[in-house]
């Protein structure tokens, strides 16, 4: 018997025995990989590419959220394009539609604002052929689908710069360039930065009004600059908060003194806050260098105004916690992990909204309220007992299986917590909507 179905592989024989890896070759081997296949309970391969379809189409029903409306709004509209791109017609069979929506998709959490990356055919195409051919070399090649597909995007509409290139660039508006408007918008939402409005919604409007400059390192994009006519109205960190680290506002304020630039009233505040800051790291430089260079992190603490002890045991004992405003620890060269390696309690309040931090270390003891908020790491680590309010809304963590006693609220709105303590005495409320709290918790 003959079997084929749109681009499914073709086969002159049913196989009734359960299928092994061995029939498995380039992106559908990969699926099966990825995607735990359940290949003992296919006969066939029509087999295989149905469970794909299945998997593929739970996924697309899958609602990605977003940490703002407008970050919602356009997953949910590139999701619709992706899904009938995908699926309409032959061009993909179901193995390859799952492969290609998981890649594009696999970094979009609830809680962030990355926008999903605009569909292009072209790009698409290449990226397949990229991944074919690597899987013809080696079929265990792992890759990284969604990163291959944003590159080549990006690539395809840098053609006045490559991967290497630093320096500025403009993408003029449609009064400097009208007939090239529709490629300028594609090309601005293809190479902002991930987290930038300019990535999709807000593209087309901005440039109808001005140029977009923009400052790319290495290829990548570090600062953006709204422009309505001549004036800036309004300028981008890679972190969307209008505040710029302290080496790229030296790069801005050059360009801006080099350009005679022009800000209007709201940006001229932020230009006016990022100097600031940048100054505060210069400060900090000259005041505690030696501590920096030395590692002293308790004259460090101290400096932030954060008062240290020592406990029984030697440990640190902490004041209070939080990152001062407008500061990066990364940007004096420290790692916020190495800050609280030998800390064991934190007595006050701890704020970790803004933190980068990968790891809670050895503390065990928050006495007031703990805010881990927007947090990406997964595991509350050791910590045992917070006095105060615990919030975890929007935050990445999922395990807090550790954590016995919270003293007031436990806030965990959009929270991806799912491994508790089953003896967990929470004193206050419980705040869990669109939550994944263990039942028994609720």
């Given amino acids: 018997m003959k079997l084929q179905n749109n681009n499914y592989q073709t086969y002159d024989k049913v196989n009734f025995t359960a299928m092994k890896k061995s029939q498995f070759s380039g992106i559908d081997f990969s699926v099966v990989e990825k995607f735990k296949a359940p290949i003992e309970k296919f006969d066939t391969m029509e087999d295989f590419q149905h469970w794909a379809k299945s998997k593929y189409k739970e996924l697309a029903d899958t609602d990605f959220k977003g940490k703002s409306d407008v970050v919602a709004n356009q997953r949910h509209r590139m999701k619709k394009e992706w899904n009938y791109m995908l699926t309409d017609g032959d061009k993909f069979t179901p193995a390859e539609q799952l492969l290609i929506f998981n890649g594009i998709t696999k970094e979009l959490k609830p809680f962030d604002n990355t926008y999903m990356p605009a569909y292009n055919y072209r790009v698409l195409k290449k990226t397949m052929n990229d991944v074919n051919e690597r899987l013809a070399g080696n079929r265990k090649e792992l890759f990284d689908f969604g990163k291959m597909y944003r590159t080549n995007i990006r690539q395809h509409y840098q053609n006045d710069f490559d991967e290497n290139y630093t320096g500025w660039i403009v993408i003029p508006s449609r009064i400097n360039d009208r007939e090239n408007f529709d490629k300028n918008v594609r090309k601005l939402q293809a190479i902002s930065g991930v987290h930038w409005c300019t990535k999709s919604t807000h593209a087309k409007p901005y440039l109808a009004g001005g140029d977009f400059h923009m400052y790319i390192e290495k290829g990548e994009p570090k600062i953006g600059l709204r422009f309505d006519e001549d004036v800036v109205v309004e300028f981008q960190g890679e972190s969307n908060n209008d505040r710029l680290l302290p080496e790229y506002f030296n790069v801005l304020e ?11 009233d709201k940006a001229k505040q932020e ?11 210069k400060d900090i430089q000259e005041n505690i260098g030696d501590a920096i260079k030395e590692k002293d992190y308790e004259k460090i603490l101290n400096y932030m105004k954060i008062s240290t002890k020592k406990d029984e045991n030697g440990m640190t004992v902490l004041s209070h916690y939080q990152i001062p405003k407008g500061f990066d620890y990364a940007a004096i060269g420290i790692k916020e992990e190495d800050i609280l390696k030998t800390v064991s309690k934190i007595e006050g309040n701890a704020d970790f909204t803004r933190s980068k931090i990968q790891s809670f270390g050895n503390i065990k003891y928050i006495g007031g309220n703990a805010n881990f908020s927007t947090l990406t790491l997964n595991n509350l680590g050791n910590i045992e007992e917070i006095g105060g309010n615990a919030d975890f809304s929007f935050s990445n963590i999922k395990d807090i299986s550790k954590l016995t006693r919270i003293g007031k609220n436990l806030i965990a709105e959009y929270s991806e917590i799912n491994e508790c303590n089953p003896l967990l005495k929470i004193e206050g409320e419980i705040k869990a909507i669109n939550s994944k709290l263990p039942s028994y918790i609720n």
Avoid: C, I
């Fill in 271 to 281: 230009y006016e806050l990022s100097e600031k800051n940048r100054n505060l790291m």
């Fill in 254 to 264: 050059k360009y801006a003194a080099d350009n005679e630039l022009q800000f209007v």
